[in-house]
């Protein structure tokens, strides 16, 4: 019998994640929250009924039998602010999106009921290495440096690109147009990673540096970006446009046209004392891109353009 329960362990208040999820904005404080006009048009449209999907998937004995005994559930460390990877339902509570589809799938392989915990993107290693969360999955890019610390399950491809407000004032058309722009970036991202890399070109080349504001949260810098306090944001691939296309009708923001820049994967990640679990979910993965419901799951959230055909450990 499948299982499809959900439940999380930190939520935030309903009246933030609506704005979050009918504007793609939001804000961490007072100030933020106040400076943000209110959101118009909704993505009802944009968040499909995937409950089939997921709830067609059956546990595997062998899998299962396979896992640590005291392994009742599976607690999953995410950061749930990132449309279409993950977010919340208008109920403020409800993961959604195909991260959360995919990790569900997985649970129901494994005969797991999966508990999410919001966390901080830049503490989720932290999660792991401290037993707080048994895996992590939040558009994490599998790189060498992270591996150093956990190990990963790859199922996603993906890369930075760079969104800015509809009509695009700031004139960006490249990563090499950022030179002396006010750019907002995640804490503890590779986003984070590039702008520095590329501040540090800026100067090399004669040219002003970037000014970056690294924050928790994707919805903040929506915030930032929407009212003019930085010129672009730098962001993965699925979740700039998927933003791009929903937050205010499709009127607030878009992306630069550009190839995906540092393309790489996106890991599950995992513990690297916890062998058993890694591999259990790199089978469970793996059965699923084999029978079609990964790509099902894929197609429903329209980022097929990601997919990967092997469920790799570290391969980033």
């Known amino acids: 019998m499948s299982r499809t329960r959900l439940s999380v362990r930190a939520a935030v208040p309903v009246a933030l ?22 959101a118009e048009g909704s993505t ?46 208008e109920d403020g509570s409800t993961p959604v999106g195909f991260e959360v589809d995919i990790i569900t799938a997985i649970g129901n392989k494994l005969g797991l009921d999966v508990e999410y915990s919001d966390m901080a993107f830049d503490s989720l290693i932290t999660g792991l290495q401290t037993g707080r969360v048994d895996a992590t999955i939040a558009g994490m890019n599998d790189t060498q440096e992270r591996q150093q610390s956990i190990d990963f399950v790859d199922y996603f491809e993906s890369g930075i690109t760079i969104m800015v407000q509809k009509g695009n004032p700031a004139g960006i058309e490249s990563s090499a147009d950022l030179c002396g722009q006010a750019i907002a970036v995640v804490q503890g991202t ?33 915030t930032q970006l929407r009212t003019g306090r930085v010129d672009a944001i730098l962001n993965d691939l699925p979740t700039a446009v998927y933003i791009s296309q929903t937050a205010g009708d499709g009127e607030y923001f ?25 591999d259990a979910i790199q089978q469970a993965l793996q059965q699923l891109i084999d029978d079609g419901t990964y790509e099902e799951i894929l197609t429903a959230w329209d980022v097929t353009s990601g997919a990967v055909d092997q469920a790799t450990v570290n391969g980033g």
Not at 254 to 276: C, R, S, W
Request: proline share 7%; with cysteine; hydrophobic share 35%.
């Open 44 to 89: 009802d449209s944009a968040v499909p009924d995937t409950s089939d999907i997921v709830g067609g998937v059956s546990e595997d004995a062998a899998l299962a039998e396979g896992l640590p005994a005291d392994l009742t559930s599976l607690s999953i460390g995410s950061n749930v602010q990132s449309p279409p990877n993950n977010f919340y339902a």
């Open 190 to 222: 590779t986003q984070e990673d590039f702008a520095a890399e590329q501040s540090a070109e800026c100067e090399a080349n004669g040219e002003e540096p970037l000014a970056v504001t690294a924050t928790p949260s994707d919805s903040q810098n929506q």
């Open 17 to 38: 994640t609506t704005a979050l999820l009918l504007a793609g904005c939001g804000g961490g404080d007072d100030e933020s929250a106040a400076a943000e006009p209110a």
């Open 254 to 278: 878009e992306t630069v046209d550009q190839d995906p820049i540092n393309g790489g994967p996106y890991g599950i990640g995992l513990n690297k004392e916890d062998a058993a679990l890694r």
